[in-house]
């Protein structure tokens, strides 16, 4: 088991470019978020799914879009860069129907910079 | 807003036991106090979870006051590599919405000093 992985690592954009983050889980979980981490604070939740073909808005959801078109991949778009977006995001998932543990697990993250 | 108070840094003597609190005076019900750990700038990582009784897993055991207004997570012998930001977390657990969420405050950072 991998667990919940991220693509890329790291990345560094322009101002307006675009890039969409991928997050996979081999986990079965039905639920999948998307957090953004600003130095010095704590995770803030930007989307999340709780399904495969859904998505709901977090906290902090302007600026970003989210596709969930396979139960096991969770894709964060940015359609125009911003450096407001420069920042370290986490992907995690949780919730297994046939054991009914929902632990949230995380991924190791992608550090995006925003020139 | 979190709705946890955590103090923003505790020292611990390697070898010793790790005490960090935790106020949620406004804990719900049905809601769980759930501790996680972020270790340098790696994703966080769960430790453990409980709602009223007392529980200890092979990390760590949770104590939860009978009136479930705090809690303290104990790491019984630290070492250095339990050095990281602590967090205390409460949601309503089994529910796929914004109930469910975690809501993630500063934590406490944990320096475990040989």
């Known amino acids: 088991n991998a667990g919940v992985t991220q693509t890329p690592k790291f990345r560094v954009l322009k101002t307006g470019q675009s890039m969409t983050l991928l997050c996979a889980q081999d986990m079965n979980h039905e639920y999948m978020y998307w957090y953004r981490q600003d130095p010095g604070m704590g995770l803030r939740l930007i989307h999340y799914s709780v399904g495969e073909g859904t998505t709901a808005k977090g906290e902090v959801p302007d600026g970003y879009n989210v596709s969930r078109l396979k139960k096991q991949n969770f894709l964060l778009g940015l359609e125009s860069a911003a450096p407001s977006q420069t920042s370290v995001y986490f992907c995690a998932s949780s919730f297994d129907w046939v054991t009914g543990t929902d632990t949230q697990y995380f991924g190791p993250g992608t550090r995006l910079t925003v020139l | 807003d979190a709705k946890t108070t955590q103090p923003p840094s505790m020292d611990c003597a390697e070898g010793r036991a790790a005490n960090l609190p935790c106020n949620h005076s406004?804990?719900?019900?049905?809601?769980?106090v759930y501790w996680y750990r972020q270790i340098h700038s790696q994703g966080p990582q769960y430790i453990i979870h409980g709602l009223k009784n007392n529980e200890t897993n092979e990390m760590a055991s949770l104590i939860i006051t009978e009136d479930r207004k705090s809690s303290t997570l104990i790491l019984p012998h630290a070492t250095l590599r339990d050095t990281a930001v602590y967090y205390c977390i409460v949601r309503v657990r089994g529910y796929g919405g914004s109930q469910g969420n975690l809501i993630f405050g500063k934590g406490t950072k944990l320096s475990v000093k040989p």
């Open positions: 406004t804990i719900s019900g049905n809601e769980y």
